[in-house]
T-cell receptor, first 114, second 113 residues
Framework: AQKVTQAQTEISVVEKEDVTLDCVYE???????LFWYKQPPSGELVFLIR??????QNEISGRYSWNFQKSTSSFNFTITASQVVDSAVYFC???????????FGSGTKLNVKP | DVKVTQSSRYLVKRTGEKVFLECVQD?????MFWYRQDPGLGLRLIYF???????EKGDIPEGYSVSREKKERFSLILESASTNQTSMYLC????????????FGSGTQLSVL
């Protein structure tokens, strides 16, 4: 069975703080893909990043970075020097190779206060 | 820019009404999905379609049906709306290749009174 767990329901930080959003996944497939999406108050989920199971390199994009560790089945997301515009709900998702289904975590609501 | 368009941002219906939620994508994607989003539960898959006139049940299909008569359009139907179907409904589309990502519409917040 496939499962994605985002244990942090809601996080509040003050602007310029660093914050890490946790994502733990379960799958028996050897080939799979992991995603992060951002859902601002407007409602539309916006794609941030995808990783395939063979690529454990961490990635940095501006203030965003992702740490993928197969040994702990985790794909964590860090925002450095957070800004008010980062306030949103963030979803982690898993897609297995053979199916077109995506499995989403329950989401983490990030509040960045000025 | 690629686009997934949902016909209504907000919708208010009465219990027992038949409700249609429409979704159109302009990317020629083979796969389309309907999700329901509720606080604390994340996104739950209701139905998906991998081709015209083809559909498969997701995790919570009860009380819903779908229609895909054209490749670009995927409709979600609530045959007899109930208050427990009050939720945010998200449509998404996906190209057939394995590594592709979902593209989402901006959602329809449905309230059933």
């Amino acid at each position: 069975a496939q499962k994605v767990t985002q244990a942090q329901t809601e996080i509040s930080v003050v602007e310029k703080e660093d914050v890490t959003l946790d994502c733990v996944y379960e799958t028996r497939d050897t080939t799979y893909y992991l995603f992060w999406y951002k859902q601002p108050p407007s409602g539309e989920l916006v794609f941030l990043i995808r990783r395939n199971s063979f690529d454990e390199q961490n990635e940095i994009s501006g203030r965003y970075s992702w740490n993928f560790q197969k040994s702990t089945s985790s794909f964590n997301f860090t925002i450095t020097a957070s800004q008010v515009v980062d306030s949103a709900v963030y979803f982690c998702a898993l897609r297995t190779y053979n199916f077109n289904k995506f499995y989403f975590g329950s989401g983490t609501k990030l509040n960045v206060k000025p | 820019d690629v686009k997934v368009t949902q016909s209504s941002r907000y919708l208010v219906k009465r219990t027992g009404e038949k409700v249609f939620l429409e979704c159109v994508q302009d990317m020629d994607h083979e796969n389309m999905f309907w999700y329901r989003q509720d606080p604390g539960l994340g996104l739950r898959l209701i139905y998906f379609s991998y081709d015209v006139k083809m559909k498969e049940k997701g995790d919570i299909p009860e009380g819903y049906s779908v229609s895909r008569e054209k490749k670009e359009r995927f409709s979600l139907i609530l045959e007899s709306a109930s208050t427990n179907q009050t939720s945010m409904y998200l449509c998404a589309s996906l190209k057939a290749e394995k590594y592709e990502k979902l593209f989402f519409g901006s959602g329809t917040q449905l309230s059933v009174l």
